[in-house]
């Protein structure tokens, strides 16, 4: 009977470190992608000057929360 405790503990302990290795991993490879996306913002239209305020149009290659 001890013998099947200690099986089913480390049946248990070996399930807890694979679910803990994928979520490393997936953590990982979440920076990881996060890192190599980049914003581009640019100029789409001349400057205007309105009650002294500068207004320009820009636009950007990725969408952006108002």
Do not use: E
Request: hydrophobic share 50%.
């Amino acid at each position: 009977m001890k013998g099947m405790w200690s099986s089913f503990t480390t049946l248990i302990i070996l399930i807890a470190t694979v679910f803990a290795s994928l979520v490393v991993v997936f953590y990982a490879y979440s920076m990881l992608g996060a890192q190599n996306q980049s914003v581009i913002v640019t100029q789409a239209s001349p400057g205007i000057i309105k009650d002294g305020q500068l207004c320009v149009s820009l636009q950007t290659n990725s969408q952006i929360n108002k």
